[in-house]
């Protein structure tokens, strides 16, 4: 399994469409075969700070995610919009505990 997480900050006159960009990546990602991936998103309070966490069964379907046009857009209007470089880390799996798989579905938990 490959893990992989991502921390960036846009600019502020960004943050809305980087929350729409997102949506439609995201969108076309779950026309795919969701067993294979699990690709989860993150904002911090200040609206800013977005953390990407991704996990992939195999480099095949890694590979077909991140080469999908509407994320190949993301990443190319984000990259243009950063306040600085992002951080990204490939990390090992440790152990998890309970799940919201069933609870909401599609991993999409409501706002709180």
Same mark, same amino acid.
């Given at each position: ?42 904002v911090? !309070? ?7 966490? +991704? &996990?992939?069964?195999n480099e095949e @379907?890694?590979?077909?995610?991140? *080469? ?18 992002? !951080? ?7 152990? +998890? &505990?309970?799940?919201f798989?069933? @609870?909401?579905?599609?991993?999409? *938990?409501?706002?709180?």
């Amino acid at each position: 399994m490959i893990n992989v997480a991502v921390k960036y900050t846009v600019k502020p006159d960004f943050s809305e469409t980087n929350r729409k960009n997102i949506e439609l990546f995201l969108e076309s990602f779950r026309e795919l075969d969701y067993t294979k991936f699990r690709y989860q998103v993150f904002v911090e !309070e200040d609206g800013l700070t977005f953390y990407h966490h +991704s &996990a992939y069964a195999n480099e095949e @379907i890694q590979k077909q995610l991140l *080469a999908m046009p509407r994320f190949l857009e993301f990443q190319s209007q984000r990259d243009e919009n950063l306040e600085d470089k992002p !951080e990204i880390k490939a990390l090992k799996f440790q152990g +998890s &505990a309970g799940s919201f798989d069933n @609870i909401f579905g599609n991993f999409d *938990a409501p706002e709180i």
